[in-house]
């Protein structure tokens, strides 16, 4: 069974930095593209960042880019979306997903919350 | 970036009827390796979203046959052959063609 285990969210003040982790597991991690998907409060999905198998390639939506760092490491099985320069409008729930062009599987999600 | 835009944004739905929500992207879709990476997904109030169809028509595992996708290029819909109560939610399309991937902006159904 595939499972996605978001952590690392909280409250942050703006210009702060955050790490977020996703642990992966029933499924072959080094073969799947991830991606990071966030939802702001009573918004719609929001891609942020994906992320090849291998990690040779990346891209983020420009307004996370420059501030934002998505890498794996497939020795741990896990994802991470390094953000810095934090802003209010990044507040939202992030998602990890299984999947780049084919997102198939979700976690639950952490909450971001970017205030003072 | 390429524009995914839903139409419409909210529709009235009768129980048992049909429903269909448009999915329109700003260029085509079709990728390098000649397939569309155009998903749908579901999502309910405080959940994550479910993936219900994948590469336009491909109905994800679980997911009712009362569920279908279909399109081409640049235009897509969602059908639900007959609405049940438990599919009076959101719905999203989502491009994974182009990078940076992109969403619709949802579609909500709600009870006529």
């Known amino acids: 069974e595939v499972e996605l285990l978001e952590s690392g969210g909280g409250l942050v003040q703006p210009g702060g930095s955050l790490r977020l982790s996703c642990a992966a597991s029933?499924?072959?991690?080094?073969?799947?593209?991830m991606s990071w998907v966030r939802q702001a409060p009573g918004r719609g999905l929001e891609w942020v960042s994906g992320i090849t198998g291998s990690g040779g390639a990346t891209d983020y939506r420009d307004s996370v880019k420059g501030r934002f760092t998505i890498s794996r490491d497939n020795s741990k099985n896990t994802l991470y979306l390094q953000m810095n320069s934090l802003r209010v409008d990044d507040t939202a729930v992030y998602y990890c997903a299984k999947g780049d062009r084919l997102t198939d599987y979700w976690g639950q999600g952490t909450q971001v919350t970017v205030s003072s | 970036d390429v524009v995914m835009t839903q139409s419409p944004l909210s529709l009235p739905v009768t129980l048992g009827q049909p429903a269909s929500i448009s999915c329109r992207s700003s260029?085509?879709?079709?990728?390098?390796?000649?397939?569309?990476?155009l998903n749908w997904f579901q999502q309910r109030p405080g959940q994550s979203p479910r993936r219900l169809i994948y590469?336009?028509?491909n109905r994800d595992s679980g997911v009712p046959d009362r569920f279908s996708g279909s399109g081409s290029g640049s235009d897509f819909t969602l059908k639900i052959s007959g609405v049940e109560a438990e599919d009076v939610v959101l719905y999203y399309c989502m491009q994974g063609t182009h990078w940076p991937f992109t969403f619709g902006q949802g579609t909500k159904l709600e009870i006529k």
């Open positions: 590469k336009v028509s």
């Open positions: 029933g499924f072959r991690f080094s073969n799947s593209g």
């Open positions: 260029q085509s879709l079709v990728y390098t390796d000649g397939n569309t990476y």
